[in-house]
Each structure stands twice: as structure tokens, then as C-alpha cells.
């Protein structure tokens, strides 16, 4: 259970989480794999492979030497792309990709933190032309992604310029608190991975979520929260938790269905006295 809203004369607050499993039920990167191949970036080997390896994520998680080879295949990968069009192919899609894999219990969460007035940042080994349009579509305050070198002709060279996994993470959270104010040991941080155990560490409130099996024993070892997000949902078609405010068109909904719902039991009465006179 989150506690209630921050005392703003105490240090900032933060909520971080992790991406690909802990929000949404996907890998990022992965899931925009049929979009690159119809802009004409991958060709359709690569295309099956992305889905083999976002099967194997999916069924098994991803211990520290699969991410490594996942960021040598991406990397080799998106050499020669140019970035304005992979940007481009991600806003086309964003919404018919993401929103349908986005759970329901993490956009809750994120709603209850920043009702509780802390700041919620995304946290991600995907690159930052996937994380920043998916950390806005969630209403994310700050996002901390992969990033890739780009060259003078304006597409990725192959090389990484800073990878968000592991410890960098920690270090990224850590330079953030300096810089933001975030009181580290009144924070949230949230992830599916035992690589992201850096993470979790710096912060004084961890959660398992979606737990790998070597994070679940850690989590348990340290009695740390254990959360299972099973429930996807588009943004749209959620009913907000119960702590956010309700928004303008929500109250215009509810005060047009009241109104409905009034007039008809008007009408029903006044048709009773009718019929019975």
C-alpha cells in the first residue's frame, strides 16, 4: 500500500521503474520489430528472429549474458538506420503497439504516485528513440534509456554511447536524486529483472514485479514486496484508481449520465401516476 501524499517541506520523492515486463507486458524495443521491417529497416529474417528472442524474454526472462548478446545483435542491427525515421516509424505506431500491452496495475501505480505528488521515472536498457515516446504516452516525468551513437549523416553508427542496464542504472538514479533533490531512501523503484538488484538496492521502498525467478528469491530473502501484473489494458478503456482526481470529461460524463438516469426515473414515475389514476 503507497503511502499518502508527500510533506513538500521533506526532501523530493521518486517512483522508478523498469519498462519491458514491469509496465508493459513486452519487450519495447522487440515489439516495434514489424514496423521496422515495413518502414524497411529489417528485412524478414530479422524479423524472425526478433520474435524468437522476444519469446525466449518473454518465457524465460533475461539473465545477464542474453542481455548481452541482445545488445550486440540490436546494436549490429540498427547500424546504418537513420534516427529521424525510426523516430518517425515509432510515433506512427506507438499507440497500436504499446497501449494494448500496457498493464493496468502498473498506469494504477503510476497514477498513485503522482497523486501522492512524486515524480515517476522510466528506466530502460531499450533505446531512448523507443523509451522517451512510450514514457510520455504514460505520463513518465523523466526517462533514463539506452543511447546510441549517432553519426554526422544522422543514423546510428552501431556503436552504444551509454547503456542503461545493471548498475548504470543505479549510478543514473543516484545522479538524478543529486540533481532533482530525491530523498533516495523515501523512493519507489520497480522491476521484473535480478539485473536490475542495483536498482532496486538504492532505493528504501524495492518491488519485485513479474519476478524472474532469481529476483523472487532475492525478494523473499530480503522481504521485499512481490507484485504479479497480469492484466493489459489500453489507457483509454481504464476506469481511474480511485486517488486521481477525477478528469473534466470523466465529470461531464458522470454528470450527463446522472442527469439521464434522473430523467428517467422522472419519466417512470410520471407514467405510474398515469397509468394508475
Not at 552501431?158 to 538514479?173: L, M, Q, R
Amino acid at each position: 500500500m503507497l503511502r499518502g501524499v508527500e510533506n513538500h517541506s521533506l526532501p523530493r520523492t521518486a517512483a522508478f521503474f523498469d519498462l519491458d515486463k514491469t509496465v508493459i507486458a513486452k519487450s519495447s524495443t522487440l515489439t516495434f520489430s514489424k514496423s521496422f521491417y515495413q518502414g524497411g529497416l529489417i528485412n524478414r529474417r530479422a524479423v524472425l528472429r526478433t520474435a524468437y528472442i522476444q519469446f525466449v524474454f518473454l518465457v524465460g526472462g533475461a539473465d545477464h549474458d542474453q542481455m548481452e548478446r541482445m545488445r550486440t545483435y540490436l546494436s549490429a542491427l540498427c547500424r546504418g538506420w537513420n534516427v529521424q525515421q525510426v523516430k518517425d516509424l515509432v510515433a506512427e505506431t506507438l499507440h497500436d503497439l504499446i497501449d494494448p500491452i500496457i498493464y493496468d496495475e502498473a498506469a494504477s501505480l503510476i497514477e498513485e504516485h503522482h497523486t501522492a505528488g512524486r515524480d515517476v521515472v522510466i528506466v530502460s536498457t531499450s533505446g531512448a528513440e523507443v523509451v522517451e515516446p512510450i514514457g510520455e504516452l504514460l505520463g513518465a516525468d523523466r526517462v533514463v534509456a539506452t543511447r546510441m551513437v549517432v553519426g554526422d549523416d544522422g543514423c546510428f553508427t552501431g556503436e552504444v554511447e551509454y547503456y542503461a542496464y545493471g548498475p548504470t542504472k543505479a549510478e543514473a538514479i543516484r545522479e538524478l536524486a543529486a540533481s532533482e533533490g530525491y530523498d533516495l531512501a523515501r523512493c519507489y523503484a520497480y522491476s521484473d529483472s535480478v539485473t536490475d538488484l542495483p536498482m532496486l538496492e538504492s532505493v528504501g521502498h524495492p518491488h519485485a514485479v513479474n519476478a524472474d525467478r532469481a529476483l523472487r528469491r532475492e525478494a523473499h530473502a530480503r522481504e521485499w514486496p512481490v507484485l504479479d501484473f497480469h492484466r493489459p489494458v489500453r489507457l483509454k478503456q481504464r476506469i481511474p484508481t480511485f486517488s486521481v482526481p477525477a478528469r473534466p470529461a470523466l465529470i461531464a460524463a458522470a454528470a450527463i449520465g446522472a442527469a439521464a438516469a434522473t430523467a428517467g426515473l422522472v419519466w417512470y414515475a410520471g407514467r405510474r401516476r398515469a397509468t394508475t389514476a
